[in-house]
């Protein structure tokens, strides 16, 4: 075959090759950017735990004195507070939070916020029995959860999620009144939030705002559901 003829026929196909490889060199390029693993969000407030971390909380009941276990943490996202209802500052304060969060998903995020809930762990079981903490947090939000439990369950759970709490005994006692209900408990500020794995997955620094930590939340939201 005459010279010119075979470089007419390498010409011909030459083109189909190169985009080939073009196609072929793309596809590798673009499923090497689809395996890149997503970054985590920039929050404000929030710090995310990767992974997160495992926990299995025993012996506690809810406000209706129903066990409450591992079980009824999964399924949702729960943004968990450890405090008491004789608290005199942080607590409500940080219940009016929780407060703000749950009208603002309701009224704009109704489908986030059917996956989102809000609960109370009392460190004062002494005084917090179940019927009066369910009064308590419900005067917030009709579906906020109170959970409680021994002092030795709660410390057990509440360390599992970082938290320390201790009774502050009065200096001036008395032998009199020593064993009176009026006093206080020192405990952390942070705001948990478990996945609906059952993880603690974040933590929410004080001063607490409402708005600040929803706008956390969503990014993470996005992120764990997305990534």
Not at 1 to 16: F, G, H, I
Not at 109 to 131: C, G, K, V, Y
Request: glycine residues 6%; negative net charge; hydrophobic residues 35%.
């Amino acid at each position: 075959m005459p010279a010119n003829q075979q470089n007419n026929k390498r010409s011909s196909w030459l083109p189909y090759v190169l985009l080939a490889i073009i196609a072929s060199i793309g596809g590798a390029v673009l499923s090497l950017s689809n395996q890149q693993p997503t970054p985590p969000p920039e929050l404000a407030t929030a710090t995310l735990l990767t992974p997160g971390k495992s926990i299995n909380p025993s012996g506690l009941v809810d406000h209706d004195g129903k066990a409450f276990g591992l079980e009824q943490l999964q399924g949702f996202y729960t943004f968990i507070f450890f405090g008491y209802t004789h608290c005199p500052d942080i607590c409500p304060a940080t219940l009016y939070q929780f407060k703000t969060m749950a009208k603002t998903l309701k009224s704009q995020q109704p489908e986030l916020f059917a996956r989102t809930r809000f609960m109370l762990a009392s460190i004062d079981p002494q005084r917090d029995t179940p019927q009066h903490l369910k009064d308590y947090v419900q005067y917030y939000d009709p579906a906020f959860i109170g959970i409680t439990g021994s002092v030795d369950d709660i410390k057990i759970f509440s360390r599992q999620m970082g938290v320390i709490f201790e009774r502050r005994e009065n200096e001036d006692e008395t032998e009199k009144n020593k064993d009176n209900n009026d006093y206080l408990v020192d405990h952390s500020s942070a705001i948990l939030m478990v996945n609906p794995e059952g993880h603690l997955k974040a933590v929410f620094s004080a001063p607490h705002n409402a708005t600040e930590i929803l706008k956390d939340y969503q990014s993470i939201f996005n992120y764990l559901e997305h990534k």
